[in-house]
T-cell receptor, first 112, second 111 residues
């Protein structure tokens, strides 16, 4: 089954404790991206990747890191999480940004 | 920078009614426009993608139109059903590689 998976689905952590949210797709997509969704602010793009070893900032990259060492995986790293990073996070993939985007189920993060 | 706006923010209609959701964008040099559906607690599901060279796309009871010159897209839902209740989002690529979303329209279809 073609899908984008994210783990964990729910996470509660404390300020400053490094965490990683994994994202994996099985569709051989080149384009992958991360979004956060907040009430009143909608979906905002954090980082995106055009292909292996090619990443770039989106609208709200501060406080986040990503890596793309393999085509299928695109982890999101919060090295020192803060409460303002409490949000719902989505990973998405496609062959190109101009093509249909496939979204993961989301990761709900609470930073205390 | 591309800005995408959706009006209305929320809409409640009785079952069976035809309805239109609106999406406007500021940069008309778009490759395409995509419509998504988001159910509570779940991810986004792609509904329709209209290429910049197209005027319309249809899928079942859904019809999406695109007017680049006016910076507008509409999603038409025919004979609405309670199962259509969800948040509907539109998105447009910009700056070549980024994707900008509208704020969404929360649709409630009452039985």
């Amino acid at each position: 089954e073609a899908q984008v998976t994210q783990n964990p689905r729910y996470l509660i952590t404390v300020t400053g404790k490094k965490l990683t949210v994994t994202c994996s797709q099985n569709m051989n997509h080149e384009y992958m991206s991360w979004y956060r969704q907040d009430p009143g602010l909608g979906l905002r793009q954090i980082y995106y990747s055009m292909n292996v070893e090619v990443t770039d900032k989106g609208d709200v990259p501060e406080g986040y890191k990503v890596s793309r060492k393999e085509k299928r995986n695109f982890p999101l790293i919060l090295e020192s999480p803060s409460p303002n990073q409490t949000s719902l996070y989505f990973c998405a993939s496609s062959f190109r940004v101009q093509e249909t985007q496939y979204f993961g189920p989301g990761t709900r993060l609470l930073v205390l | 920078k591309q800005e995408v706006t959706q009006i209305p923010a929320a809409l409640s209609v009785p079952e069976g009614e035809n309805l239109v959701l609106n999406c406007s964008f500021t940069d008309s040099a778009i490759y395409n426009l995509q419509w998504f559906r988001q159910d509570p607690g779940k991810g986004l599901t792609s509904l329709l993608l209209i290429q910049s060279s197209q005027r319309e796309q249809t899928s079942g009871r859904l019809n999406a139109s695109l007017d680049k010159s006016s910076g507008r897209s509409t999603l038409y839902i025919a004979a609405s059903q309670p199962g259509d209740s969800a948040i509907y989002l539109c998105a447009a690529p910009w700056a070549g590689n980024m994707l900008t979303f509208g704020g969404g329209t929360r649709l409630m279809v009452k039985p």
